[in-house]
């Protein structure tokens, strides 16, 4: 048996190609979604699996056969994984593999496979794999390795030639630049352009290369065209020019967020765009003071609604007589100058005065606020507390929940 005490580290290029686990327990359930996203053609040999493993079965992600492993199963495999509880399974796993010159991990002894798998730090589309001699220092070192690299702010050189001349439309979160998802940092990181908001996180920007175009939308100067329309304007002329657009946003892009006409805009044009779904303030603001928006046994629907134009006018979209004989939870965003109105013709319309409700401000950034009251008290407490965009208003039975979230 060869011993890997000393592997010479490789690449794979599973795509298409057969890889088999044996054995359905958490190391398959960890080892499964890192195959699967290399492109392996997954065969799991376990009489039991976890349910997550399950849901990719059910999925058709990958291949089950729900019986113990048998002499002739890894034939045809171009690399194996032996990760049952068993060591003498795991043994016979890694003796056929090295049979059939396949090469095989152990997860139960790493030194008695043919391979290792190694501990991995991820920066954009740049993947450093880390070896040492046992597991335990493995992770170490990974650790060591993505300090330094976060220390160096090392990043993936030059922009993905695919992502020039194209446009992404990014969610950035409800503000603190931590909530904002991976793929859209790694998007970020790669942008020749930046078109921000003002409710997008500030932090990231700062960390971007000094070559990189920053472009405040709200200072874009728009003459004659509608603000937005200068937004679409600028994305579309600097994608013509051959740049990495990031469109970054607060929030989701497409709540409140304009985004499918940016989107619109560069079909128009024959630029290509993608999107890349941000942490809503809608759900997270409310989270984050503590506010689940349902909750069992207590509220079944959570309605989402702008409040940017007060009950009643001419241009308004919201059936708020409709909204006030709901029982569940509202979330209002961009409601605050007219929280009094929209208060007031919710009680008409037939809510309890009396029904919990909360105004968060600056949600996720130094100095969030959260402050508690009723529907019917809703107004003074903005008053009370100068309540300024930006802030969501949540009225419903949650808004009255205990606090129970531990203050980090
Ligand atoms: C134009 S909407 C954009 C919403 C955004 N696309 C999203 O998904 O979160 C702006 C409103 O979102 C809410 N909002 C966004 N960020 C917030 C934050 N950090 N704290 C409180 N409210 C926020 C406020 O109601 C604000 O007026």
Redesign the pocket.
Same mark, same amino acid.
């Given at each position: 048996m060869i011993r890997p005490v000393n592997p010479y580290p490789v690449g794979l290029d599973l795509e298409g190609r057969r890889v088999v686990v044996i054995g359905g327990g958490s190391v398959a359930q960890r080892r499964v979604p890192v195959l699967l996203a290399s492109g392996a053609a997954v065969h799991l040999i376990s009489p039991e699996i976890t349910p997550t493993l399950q849901g990719l079965v059910d999925s058709g992600r990958i291949w089950w056969q729900a019986r113990e492993y048998h002499t002739g199963d890894l034939e045809g495999a171009w690399y194996v994984v032996a990760a049952t509880k068993d060591s003498l399974v795991n043994a016979r796993v890694a003796a056929e593999a090295e049979q059939l010159r396949t090469f095989c991990v152990r997860s139960d002894a790493v030194t008695s496979g043919s391979a290792v798998t190694p501990a991995v730090v991820r920066r954009g589309e740049m993947l450093v794999a880390v070896l040492t001699g046992d597991r335990a220092r493995t992770a170490e070192a990974r650790d060591v390795v993505a300090r330094a690299l976060v220390e160096a702010d090392a990043e993936a050189p030059g922009t993905d030639e695919k992502l020039r001349g194209t446009v992404a439309l990014v969610?950035g979160g409800?503000?603190a630049d931590d909530l904002m998802t991976v793929r859209g940092r790694r998007l970020l990181a790669s942008a020749d352009v930046v078109v921000a908001d003002r409710?997008a996180p500030q932090r990231p920007l700062a960390e971007l290369r000094a070559d990189v175009e920053i472009v405040d939308a709200a200072k874009i100067p728009y003459g004659r065209a509608m603000a937005q329309e200068a937004i679409n304007e600028v994305l579309v002329d600097r994608a013509r020019q051959g740049k990495f657009v990031v469109r970054l946003?607060?929030? #989701?892009?497409f @709540?409140?967020?304009r985004g499918y006409e940016e989107a619109q805009a560069c079909a128009a044009e024959g630029i290509p765009c993608t999107v890349v779904p941000?942490v809503?303030?809608?759900l997270a603001?409310p989270a984050l003071a503590g506010i689940p928006v349902t909750n069992r046994g207590m509220t079944h629907e959570a309605t989402i609604v702008s409040g940017h134009l007060p009950p009643g006018h001419p241009d308004s979209l919201v059936n708020w007589d409709a909204l006030a004989r709901m029982n569940g939870t509202l979330v209002i965003?961009?409601?605050v100058k007219n929280t009094p109105a929209i208060a007031r013709c919710l009680v008409e319309g037939g809510r309890d005065a009396d029904t919990p409700a909360a105004v968060?401000? #600056?949600?996720? @950034?130094d100095g969030q606020q959260t402050h508690r009251g009723t529907l019917g008290t809703l107004d003074a407490l903005l008053v009370e507390h100068d309540v300024r965009?930006?802030?969501?208003v949540v009225v419903g039975d949650v808004a009255g929940l205990p606090e129970v979230l531990a203050v980090v």
């Open positions: 969610g409800p503000g409710l946003k607060g929030g #989701d892009s @709540l409140y967020g941000g809503s303030s809608a603001v965003l961009m409601g968060i401000m #600056d949600g996720s @950034l965009p930006p802030a969501i």
